[in-house]
């Protein structure tokens, strides 16, 4: 903007009543905030590769939306930094940050929908293309002390308006925990339960040298002996070992906190559900609102959940 226009937009200023100044006032801080998110979010042009060719041979074309567009030299497509990402083609960039602080924070759809300003089927829309990668961050591995333990749900088809649906016979779900004592979690989700899916999961997670701490009977003592685990049950046992309850206060706290902070919560998005609960243990000074913004533009940089120092038997 020109000196002379800038200062013509100024003095106009004095004239608005307080309704247009308020209304002036939430349009720049809004712009402010769509800026901050776009640089927050963009990529360093030294790590960007084409998302459609994978290639790093392209020029700088234009910006859109305040975020820099480029052009493939090789496919001659173009794109940006969220290309081919969960945030890509979202609107109102600039209540992305106030979004994030929702998901920190637990919040219902309706009630994130109230504090952004923005429409509750967008807050549906926002929550699960935000959570999108949550699923993949998860310990890559346990080690130490290892329990393990599961829950079952009943099949929900919460929001479905499709009645065929809605009446057919409702199938058990589960949800596979595993906890060791560095607060390293690794779960599951699936609409069954069996040595299949416990080897197939667990196997490449849990450490040789770990103690499997489970429930008596459970399928994952089966496990612990087909790969020659130490395994001990949840009460005190030879070994003098004790179980914390860790695993079992936290599948507790993830089913009060579905039924009666988000009033229940449909099958096919429950996986989201599992991980966004996930992510409030994952810190010990709880998770950072920004770090929502982080994971859901990349996955490749966020694939697994922080590793903390594990302690061996």
């Known amino acids: 903007m020109k000196n002379d226009s800038f200062e ?3 003095s106009k200023v004095d004239n608005l009543s307080s309704l247009e100044f308020r209304l002036l006032k939430e349009k720049i801080e809004n712009k402010i905030y769509s800026k901050r998110v776009s640089y927050i979010l963009e990529t360093p042009i030294e790590e960007l590769k084409c998302p459609f060719c994978n290639l790093s041979d392209f020029i700088r074309w234009g910006k859109r939306n305040d975020m820099q567009r480029y052009r493939c030299k090789a496919c001659s497509k173009t794109f940006n930094s969220l290309t081919k990402t969960p945030l890509a083609g979202l609107a109102r960039k600039g209540h992305w940050l106030d979004y994030s602080k929702c998901l920190r924070d637990g919040y219902s759809i309706r009630k994130a929908a109230i504090e952004c300003g923005i429409h509750y089927t967008t807050s549906f829309r926002w929550r699960h293309r935000f959570l999108t990668n949550a699923k993949f961050i998860k310990a890559k591995k346990l080690g130490g002390i290892v329990e393990n333990t599961f829950l079952k749900l009943k099949e929900s088809f919460k929001g479905s308006k499709n009645k065929f649906v809605v009446n057919k016979k409702r199938k058990d779900v589960f949800v596979l ?13 699936n609409k069954g339960f069996s040595m299949g899916l416990i080897d197939r999961n667990f196997k490449q997670v849990v450490l040789p040298n770990s103690l499997v701490l489970t429930e008596k009977q459970s399928k994952f003592i089966e496990f612990a002996k087909r790969n020659n685990l130490r395994y001990s049950y949840l009460i005190n046992n030879s070994d003098k070992l004790t179980y914390s309850g860790k695993t079992d ?3 507790e706290s993830f089913k009060d906190w579905i039924n009666k902070n988000l009033r ?7 996986e989201n559900y599992v991980s966004w609960f996930r992510s409030f243990n994952e810190f010990n000074s709880g998770i950072k609102d920004i770090t929502f913004l982080y994971r859901a533009k990349s996955i490749e940089k966020y694939r ?9 038997l």
């Not at 925990?177 to 989700?189: E, F, L, S």
């Not at 229940?264 to 429950?270: C, H, I, P, S």
């Not at 697994?304 to 061996?312: G, I, P, S, T, V």
């Open 249 to 251: 206060s936290y599948k």
């Open 177 to 189: 925990y595993g906890v060791d004592r560095n607060n390293n979690i690794y779960d599951v989700t």
């Open 8 to 10: 013509s937009f100024v």
């Open 304 to 312: 697994y959940q922080a590793q903390k120092m594990l302690r061996f």
């Open 264 to 270: 229940g919560v449909a099958t096919k998005y429950l």
